[in-house]
């Protein structure tokens, strides 16, 4: 064998080193935690005993972990960014809420009589990580469908609510710019509906009807749960070119979703980092609501 | 992209990964570049060691990683990956390879499951770099020879006696403190004060 | 530009002594990306080969390295080595004369570490990028009667000029050659990965070994950021100059993305110097200025400046100077020559400029007039 080789890795490793945390243990049993106590200690200085994160956390506070896209990572700003989350968060209720939740937002306004105005609506798309974390409210008022853009550590944000605490079956609704306005009709002055303690989060699985054709999007060709009508308004043309753009493949890409997501191992560190001012945070959360005086739930108006 | 997707949770590879994949020509567009990886991983978990060009090899090397590091996750009895598996490697027998001979071999590793070596390019021929990927913990002889332990190399050899005399001046100096802590009315300075580390800087030199 | 010279050298010889002007007409060759740096630059690192050299002996030549310039360390999140010998107090500054306005100061080198909104106490949101101050050093001041560089900086006046050379991020110096640590051995700092020299007025001197930090600067002042753009390689008019191209459909054959017309007829038939036209785009130095600090993190080494359009890459390398803008320039005197940390101190981590909301106030609320 005369294969003149030389080891890879270390050049490899220089030329892609882009200071990511790399914690080398993939076992999500004790062997990680071991492997990452030590290095905790060193930081802190202290021994810190690891606080168990739940494992919803990462649905409940997607904002927390960084943009995936390696050149854009760095781990001094994410956790500066992280700080000041928290900052924010001490100074205002910042709930557990999820697309297709109805949220009501109250919002100092320099223009607004009183100098605040409330909007209601449902969540129809949350995107962004970090303090640029974001959500689109929608709600249907006076025939016109409105829509407001509210970030979610904006410090003009006085209070948001949510009325009702529940998922959809898709990950966006935007398909409900198309659809008929009563889906997307919500009463303002809508009552808080409260969940029982410790229950699951209700997947609400209405299908909207939506309009006729022209629509914003090609929605035949997203594959949504729930839309009821898609059917009504294709022909086999579109059939044709929706099969077209199907991409079947890429639920076995397994580096493109490797690529789009946060490693568990540094998921686990973020909001190790996170997770005892969240908790002390959503207890005092919930002190505060069981002071409120209980108001039986009500259907919609 | 600018949010983190939350709906699959992936173990942290071992490899440097590269921020964006590589597109691999191909007139079958991103499912022939797939296929085209999907042979490549059949042939690594099949021969354990396999010869081809470099990029290739880079790009397979993160899919067959993340392939073994999901079998390891779930095990044999997840639908997921078992259809993974059955996706990924085209001779249906190498499956009970993954789960049965793999997933205990590296269970317990905290390194990468595979390595991979630049090779040389033939020539003349194809102009394309080359490298050789394999799985660690495969039965053939080692590629590289480890020569870490040859004393008789002259900059070693120099070296050991570089590390001698820092240790001699060491010792000396601890030495010298002890003793003007003895005598502490007699204030009086010890011989050698500053340690000169000159034979190694000399040392580390030569090989720039 | 071979011919230009050449023709330049000709005339030059022909007016034999007179005084003569050549129009230049290409501007390409003033800020082409250069490929290669001179052949008198000195060579940073060495070539890596495996050593081969004993596990005994590997970590022999550790130990030297953290026996001279200490152990391992994150100062600042950033990853270097305790440098306890150097200079950290203003005991004796090389000059005692006060500030004036003219007065170059020293600059820093920084790593511009992401971008991320601040809000304004009026509910403004403004957008800010981070640069990190990464474990400065200066390694040696030049006077200015010694300062005579082979090229020139574009300063006026530059024999009033002194120069101080920074080093940022300490590495391992046998990762480096014999030629490239020798700049560094009289300062008794640690070869450092990257370096840059200020050219200072001689009130602004600094003694070699003094650390610089992020105090240098103070919050509410303007600076002035250089770095290098991006680098998008060969691109077409659309993406480089912003063009709009031509509609996709409608009868439009050929042209998408093209320029189209890039000149007139008659006595100026001729391709104008300073076309936009396709080419090379990015990896230039650019200075953008006048940026406003509007937050400074202490702990951290971290600034908070002004805009999202800072040249340069994240985790990309960037330069920090007192601003060059006439109206921005401070009124008051900075830190002269450097803000000098007493570790005894106990100031904030976060200093936050008078009219950027902190995210630990309360709510923003208008009141009703």
Redesign the interface.
């Known amino acids: 064998m005369n294969i003149n080789v030389r080891i890879l890795t270390k050049s490899v490793a220089q030329q892609y080193a882009f200071k990511r945390i790399v914690t080398f243990s993939t076992k999500p049993t004790q062997q990680a935690a071991a492997a990452a106590v030590p290095q905790q200690q060193e930081v802190t200085g202290s021994t810190v005993r690891r606080p168990i994160v739940p494992a919803h956390y990462r649905f409940v506070y997607p904002e927390f972990l960084p943009d995936p896209k390696v050149e854009w990572r760095n781990t001094i700003r994410e956790k500066l960014e992280r700080l000041d989350m928290l900052d924010r968060r001490r100074q205002i209720e910042l709930p557990e809420f999820y697309v297709g939740s109805i949220l009501a937002v109250t919002s100092s306004d320099p223009h607004a009589a009183g100098k605040t105005s409330r909007f209601v609506g449902i969540c129809i798309h949350r995107e962004r990580c970090g303090l640029r974390a974001r959500f689109i409210l929608r709600n249907v008022i006076d025939h016109q469908g409105i829509e407001v853009v509210y970030e979610l550590y904006d410090p003009t944000i006085q209070k948001v609510e949510v009325l009702r605490l529940e998922k959809r079956l898709d990950d966006s609704l935007f398909y409900l710019r198309d659809a008929l306005p009563e889906y997307s009709t919500f009463d303002e002055n809508m009552e808080v509906e409260s969940l029982e303690e410790g229950a699951p989060v209700p997947v609400n699985d209405i299908k909207v009807v939506l309009r006729p054709r022209p629509w914003l999007e090609r929605w035949e060709r997203q594959n949504l749960l729930g839309v009821a009508n898609i059917e009504q308004y294709i022909k086999d043309k579109h059939r044709k070119s929706s099969e077209k753009a199907q991409k079947p493949w890429e639920k076995y890409d397994l580096m493109k979703q490797y690529r789009a997501t946060i490693p568990e191992e540094e998921q686990k560190e973020i909001f190790a980092e996170v997770h005892t001012e969240l908790h002390t945070l959503e207890l005092q959360r919930k002190r505060n609501k069981r002071k409120r005086t209980f108001v039986k739930p009500k259907h919609l108006a | 992209m600018n949010q983190a997707d939350v709906s699959k949770l992936i173990s942290q590879l071992r490899i440097a990964v590269r921020p964006n994949k590589r597109h691999l020509k191909n007139v079958d567009g991103p499912e022939g570049r797939l296929l085209k990886l999907r042979k490549t991983v059949t042939a690594l978990v099949k021969h354990e060691r396999i010869e081809l060009f470099y990029n290739r090899a880079d790009e397979a090397r993160g899919y067959a990683e993340l392939l073994i590091s999901n079998a390891i996750r779930h095990g044999d009895r997840h639908k997921a990956t078992m259809e993974l598996a059955d996706y990924w490697l085209l001779e249906k027998q190498l499956v009970h390879k993954l789960f049965k001979v793999l997933v205990p071999r590296y269970e317990n590793s905290n390194i990468s499951y595979t390595r991979m070596f630049k090779a040389p390019r033939d020539y003349p021929g194809i102009f394309y770099r080359k490298s050789v990927l394999e799985l660690r913990g495969n039965p053939f002889p080692v590629l590289t020879p480890d020569n870490s332990q040859n004393r008789n190399l002259l900059h070693n050899v120099l070296l050991d006696e570089a590390r001698k005399e820092f240790r001699r001046e060491k010792l000396a100096n601890l030495a010298n403190k002890l003793a003007a802590e003895t005598e502490n009315a007699t204030p009086s300075t010890p011989a050698q004060v500053p340690v000169t580390e000159q034979p190694e800087q000399s040392e580390e030199a030569p090989k720039a | 530009m071979l011919r230009t010279v050449l023709s330049d050298l000709a005339r030059l010889r022909l007016s034999g002594g007179a005084c003569s002007v050549t129009q230049v007409r290409e501007k390409g060759h003033l800020s082409r990306p250069r490929l290669r740096n001179p052949y008198w630059f000195i060579r940073q690192q060495?070539?890596?080969?495996?050593?081969?050299?004993?596990?005994?002996?590997r970590s022999?030549?550790k130990e030297?390295i953290h026996?001279?310039y200490g152990t391992p360390a994150?100062i600042k999140?950033v990853q270097t080595y305790e440098q306890k010998q150097l200079i950290k107090t203003d005991e004796a500054p090389i000059s005692t004369e006060p500030w004036t306005p003219n007065v170059r100061r020293c600059g820093l080198i920084a790593r511009k570490?992401?971008q991320?909104?601040l809000?304004l106490k009026n509910?403004e949101?403004i957008r800010t990028t981070?640069l990190?101050v990464v474990d400065n050093h200066v390694i040696k001041y030049i006077p200015p009667e010694e300062y005579k560089p082979t090229h020139q900086p574009n300063v006026k006046n530059l024999n009033r000029y002194g120069c101080v050379l920074v080093g940022a991020e300490s590495t391992n110096?046998?990762l480096?050659?014999?030629e490239y640590?020798g700049i560094f051995r009289d300062s008794g700092v640690m070869p450092t990965k990257n370096l840059a020299r200020f050219i200072v007025s001689p009130q602004a001197a600094l003694r070699p070994g003094t650390p610089l930090n992020v105090g240098h600067f103070r919050v509410g002042e303007f600076v002035d950021v250089r770095g290098k753009t991006v680098y998008h390689g060969f691109q077409g008019v659309v993406k480089r100059h912003g063009f709009k191209g031509m509609p996709a459909s409608h009868g439009v054959t050929k042209t998408h993305r093209r320029p189209g017309n890039i000149g007139g007829g008659g006595e100026k038939g001729r391709v104008w110097p300073g076309t936009k036209l396709p080419g090379h785009m990015g990896n230039r130095w650019r200075i953008s200025k006048g940026l406003r600090i509007w937050r400074i993190?202490t702990k951290?080494n971290?600034m908070w400046v002004q805009g999202s359009a800072v040249p340069g890459?994240?985790?990309g390398l960037v330069y920090i100077y007192d601003t060059i803008l006439p109206l921005r320039k401070p009124q008051e005197a900075p830190p002269l020559p450097t803000l000098y940390e007493q570790p005894e101190d106990e100031a904030p981590d976060d200093i936050w400029y008078e009219q950027v909301?902190?995210?630990?106030?309360?709510?923003?609320?208008?009141?009703?007039e």
């Open positions: 060495r070539l890596q080969t495996d050593d081969q050299v004993t596990g005994e002996n022999f030549i030297v026996d001279t994150l999140g570490i992401g991320y909104p809000w509910g949101r981070l990190q110096p046998a480096l050659t014999k640590c993190n951290y971290v890459s994240t985790n909301h902190n995210f630990k106030d309360e709510t923003i609320s208008f009141k009703p």
